[in-house]
């Protein structure tokens, strides 16, 4: 597989509904931005996507920022509609877009795992960020804006911790490709999470980062050492301690 690092225009997912709408902008601030602001003024099929060669002002989780170089990343969102998933259930989205991705990456090379609560991991740096966005009305999750940044063709990065498709599988990544696998790998997995969506626990555990080993947190309380035994409904990190099972939320606590 290759590519010439041109744009990325033209998407033929073979799909029913992911991707199958699609806009293709040669830059834009922000995909998530982009498509929430379509959302707000006209109706879109659900599974519409927004992909961009160039995202100048990518956001990230927690109010971080998401910077990558133009023309060889893929950056891109698309719209779910999951109105029959409860508010309290919205991290299950986090599983089944996780696992779509890990899935799509381990059949290139095994390795890739999920470091709670939704960054793709390779050998420990990051490859792929998720960033979803949920819009619930009267107790519905009317639409949840998935957006997603996969390193695919850069070699270099600014930080330490990250790290590239083309760099693990020694091989450039035609992006057009990729982006098509994935809307298909979703969507079939969304069709079975419709059906059964408890049974994402089990496949986000079994891909988990450093799950059953005991590594070093830091919380308000300091640092500790804990051993990760899972993640709760509501997508809190449960730790064992000594003895006892703590749970935390996001900003609660960091690896170290
Ligand atoms: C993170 O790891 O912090 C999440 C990063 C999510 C980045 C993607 S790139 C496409 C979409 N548009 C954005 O502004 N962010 C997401």
């Given at each position: 597989m290759s590519e010439n690092n041109t744009f990325l225009t033209i998407i033929t997912p073979n799909t029913l509904f992911i991707g199958k709408?699609?806009?293709?902008?040669?830059?834009?601030?922000?995909?998530?931005?982009?498509?929430?602001?379509?959302?707000?003024?006209?109706?879109?099929?659900?599974?519409?996507?927004?992909?961009?060669?160039?995202?100048?002002?990518?956001?990230?989780?927690?109010?971080?920022?998401?910077?990558?170089?133009?023309?060889?990343?893929?950056?891109?969102?698309?719209?779910?509609?999951?109105?029959?998933?409860?508010?309290?259930?919205?991290?299950?989205?986090?599983?089944l877009v996780s696992v779509s991705l890990i899935q799509l990456l381990n059949s290139k090379k095994n390795g890739f795992e999920v470091k709670w609560p939704n960054d793709i991991y390779f050998e420990g740096k990051k490859v792929a960020g998720i960033l979803i966005e949920n819009s619930i009305q009267k107790s519905e999750i009317t639409q949840s804006v998935i957006g997603i940044g996969i390193n695919v063709n850069q070699k270099d990065f600014q930080i330490d911790k990250a790290d590239s498709l083309i760099n693990i599988l020694d091989s450039n990544l035609d992006r057009k490709k990729l982006l098509e696998e994935f809307c298909e790998r979703l969507e079939a997995n969304y069709l079975k999470f419709k059906s059964d969506f408890k049974s994402f626990?089990?496949?986000?555990?079994?891909?988990?980062?450093?799950?059953?080993?005991?590594?070093?947190?830091?919380?308000?309380?300091?640092?500790f050492e804990a051993e990760i035994i899972?993640?709760?409904?509501?997508g809190k990190l449960k730790l064992k301690i000594k003895d006892e099972l703590i749970e935390y939320a996001m900003k609660e606590v960091v690896f170290l």
């Open positions: 709408n699609y806009i293709y902008l040669d830059k834009c601030a922000s995909t998530n931005s982009y498509l929430l602001d379509v959302l707000s003024s006209r109706n879109i099929a659900e599974g519409s996507l927004v992909f961009t060669d160039y995202q100048f002002s990518g956001r990230g989780q927690q109010g971080n920022t998401w910077l990558v170089e133009p023309n060889v990343n893929l950056t891109f969102s698309l719209v779910l509609m999951p109105k029959w998933l409860k508010p309290t259930e919205q991290f299950y989205l986090t599983k626990d089990r496949l986000y555990l079994d891909n988990l980062y450093r799950r059953g080993e005991i590594h070093w947190f830091e919380s308000n309380d300091g640092k899972g993640v709760s409904n509501i």
